[in-house]
């Protein structure tokens, strides 16, 4: 209960959400955000997809890349995103791949199909790109979401801890990179399918 009103004080009210939507930041770097998909549940995509639509910070692009065997529930689901459609899955590293060569954003970022976003997410990024020109990579806090909606595991995270992150995988979601950075350092290779955004 203490988390949940904790939660509940932090999150961005519509007033927060309506003032992001209206500011002008002196950097507006366009988002490149990645969903890799084979087979997924309908209703956690549309509601991944509805997370980054109602985002308060506009300037974002959204690429699924569907591995499905067959036409159905990701194509079904779109709005405003790029959809690429994969004649064989090439792995969640390679899918994902597919996705970054077909990004035109100045960040890349990466989500699961059954990833929300909170409606502020994409506008705390581009903030924090304002705040640190020198920024390469943004990774941020999250939690697990039950089917009911609450959430009750959340992961706070301390700023990059290279010990820490040598043992596991600290960042995982929402990761978000550089395009110069990840031009630099290369996409992932198939033998880390399953860890790429670790890899990353």
Same mark, same amino acid.
């Given at each position: 209960?203490?988390?949940?009103?904790?939660?509940?004080?932090?999150?961005?009210?519509?007033?927060?959400?309506?003032?992001?939507?209206?500011?002008?930041?002196?950097?507006?770097?366009?988002?490149?955000?990645?969903?890799?998909?084979?087979?997924?549940?309908?209703?956690? *995509?549309?509601?991944?997809?509805?997370?980054?639509?109602?985002?308060?910070?506009?300037?974002?692009?959204?690429?699924?890349?569907?591995?499905?065997?067959?036409?159905?529930?990701?194509?079904?689901?779109?709005?405003?995103?790029?959809?690429?459609?994969?004649?064989?899955?090439?792995?969640?590293?390679?899918?994902?791949?597919?996705?970054?060569?077909?990004?035109?954003?100045?960040?890349?970022?990466?989500?699961?199909?059954?990833?929300?976003?909170?409606?502020?997410?994409?506008?705390?990024?581009?903030?924090?790109?304002?705040?640190?020109?020198?920024?390469?990579?943004?990774?941020?806090?999250?939690?697990?979401?039950?089917?009911?909606?609450?959430?009750?595991?959340?992961?706070?995270?301390?700023?990059?801890?290279?010990? *820490?992150?040598?043992?596991?995988?600290?960042?995982?979601?929402?990761?978000?990179?550089?395009?110069?950075?990840?031009?630099?350092?290369?996409?992932?290779?198939?033998?880390?399918?399953?860890?790429?955004?670790?890899?990353?």
């Amino acid at each position: 209960g203490q988390y949940r009103a904790w939660l509940d004080a932090h999150k961005a009210s519509p007033e927060d959400l309506a003032a992001q939507a209206q500011a002008v930041l002196t950097v507006q770097p366009k988002f490149s955000i990645v969903v890799p998909v084979f087979e997924p549940n309908a209703g956690y *995509l549309s509601a991944c997809i509805s997370s980054v639509v109602r985002q308060s910070y506009a300037n974002w692009e959204l690429l699924v890349v569907d591995a499905s065997p067959h036409d159905g529930i990701a194509a079904r689901c779109l709005e405003r995103i790029v959809y690429l459609r994969l004649e064989r899955n090439l792995g969640i590293a390679g899918n994902t791949n597919v996705g970054i060569e077909n990004a035109t954003g100045d960040w890349i970022a990466f989500l699961d199909y059954d990833d929300i976003l909170e409606p502020d997410a994409l506008f705390c990024y581009a903030r924090a790109i304002v705040r640190d020109a020198d920024a390469t990579a943004l990774f941020c806090d999250e939690d697990t979401f039950e089917v009911d909606g609450q959430y009750r595991f959340p992961v706070f995270k301390s700023e990059l801890n290279l010990d *820490l992150l040598y043992s596991y995988n600290c960042v995982t979601h929402f990761l978000a990179v550089k395009r110069e950075t990840l031009e630099a350092i290369g996409t992932s290779p198939d033998d880390v399918t399953g860890a790429q955004d670790y890899d990353l």
